[in-house]
């Protein structure tokens, strides 16, 4: 059976990558077909607003979508889209996974962790007032529900996958009453999780033993901003913004895409990586139940990184965007 998803091919390095993803999901015959639909810089250029209602319902009623990164105009009023698309189906989940790719060199060969980041609260509220002149103030919000919620999903994941350990990242040392509360909802709810082992580590404790001592790390759950700067540094423990994938989740509705932006400095140029969104693509073939899909297709990646040395720059390579793909679909 065909399924329709929403496909968002973004600004900047977007549509390249997305074009590249959609060969090679063709080349895999996943039984996809693509409603396409805009959203971002692009979005506003052509239709006068950033998330478009047409854009809104496609993913409602496909309830699963595909998105390349998008730009937020800046310094215009806007909201970031991203924040924004997020809210409006309150995405609770923001999962990441980082696991090391056979073939890429970095210095560590088993990291094998997943982020789970609370996407609806915490600074990412935007509220922001001027006090004066001189100061201003931002909110963090942090709810018993929404830190539940996410907890909950941490822990549900590590069941259901046969992961041993969840680790909650906060700063309640400081922040005693937000990020307590955080903390206080984590044991509360690790209790009902006595087969996972629970532990919990300061924000800035946590940046060093992931440098350090990547392996150690299992599930990973923490409030919103801590959850988007430790994505990007998972993403540089195996080999760069180009290759970590992710969801942006709730129960009903699943939106697919790349951690890292638009890349503006490489856009149009034939160079950006599209091994992130293409892996966000396998996370979605799974999430389809589409398994034995995505099954070749990792296969194929994981044979160019390991059997040949094409690769894009950001790897250290001189393949372009469309060459890479040309020797991954080789593969499959
Ligand atoms: P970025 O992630 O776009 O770029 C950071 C660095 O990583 C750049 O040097 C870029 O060239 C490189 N890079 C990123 N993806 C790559 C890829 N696939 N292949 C090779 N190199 C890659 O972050 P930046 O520059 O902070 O943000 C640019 C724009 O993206 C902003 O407008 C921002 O709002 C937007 N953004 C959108 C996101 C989304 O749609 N989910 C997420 C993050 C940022
Ligand atoms: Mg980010």
Redesign the pocket.
Known sequence: MTKTITLIE?D??GPE?TAQVVRVLNAAGAPLSFDRQSL?QKAWEQTGSLIPEATLQSIRRNQVAL?A????P?GKGFR???VGLRLAFDLYANIRPAHSLKGIKTRYDQVDLIIFRENTEDLYIGEERVVDADTVEAIKRITRPASKRIIQAAFDYALAHQRKKVTCVHKANILKQSDGLFLQVFRETAAFYPDIEANDLIVDNACMQLVMHPEQFDIMVMPNLYGDILSDLSSGLIG???LLPGVNRNEDIAIF??????????AGKN????T?LLQSACMMLEHLGYDEHAQRIHQALVSVLSETSIR???LGGTASTVEFTDALIAKL
């Open positions: 973004g900047g390095i990558i971002g998105k990164p998008c730009t937020t800046i970031s889209v991203n760069g913004l180009g895409e790349a951690v890292h932006g638009s890349a503006p400095d490489i160079l950006a990586n599209p992130a894009t720059r950001d």
